[in-house]
């Protein structure tokens, strides 16, 4: 599985950007897509996840400001990001985990990551 992440750029504090990751196979054979951030010095963190194409889960710094949804037809997930605020600049990461049926593990797959940097 690949995944190709784009949409980050440069925007102040309460303005959007929509983030997307397009991935090489069909999103429907994915059990779990999320997004996670690396800002510098700090550990990467989960900000959104979708289970099984509908169930989606936020870190609580994000509720009620980021959305998670897919598009299974473009085999794409999106994170809507909205009123974001300077502590929201970090890396973005788009991530799959599938399970591999013949070795009965979980694959593990990371996009190249897209730089959000918000000014104030």
């Known amino acids: 599985v690949q995944l190709q992440a784009s949409g980050g750029g440069l925007v102040q504090t309460g303005g959007s950007l929509r983030l997307s990751c397009a991935a090489s196979?069909?999103?429907?054979?994915?059990?779990?897509m999320g997004w996670y951030r690396q800002a510098p010095g700090k550990q990467r963190e989960l900000v959104a996840n979708i289970i099984g194409g509908s169930t989606t889960n936020y870190a609580d710094f994000v509720k009620g400001r980021f959305t998670i949804s897919t598009d299974s037809p473009k085999n794409t997930v999106y994170l809507q990001m909205n009123n974001l605020e300077v502590e929201d600049t970090a890396v973005y990461y788009c991530?799959?985990?599938?399970?591999?049926?013949?070795?009965?593990?979980?694959?593990?797959?990371w996009g190249q990551g897209t730089q959000v940097t918000v000014s104030s």
């Open positions: 991530n799959a985990l599938q399970y591999r049926v013949p070795f009965n593990d979980v694959g593990d797959y």
């Open positions: 196979v069909s999103i429907l054979s994915i059990n779990v």
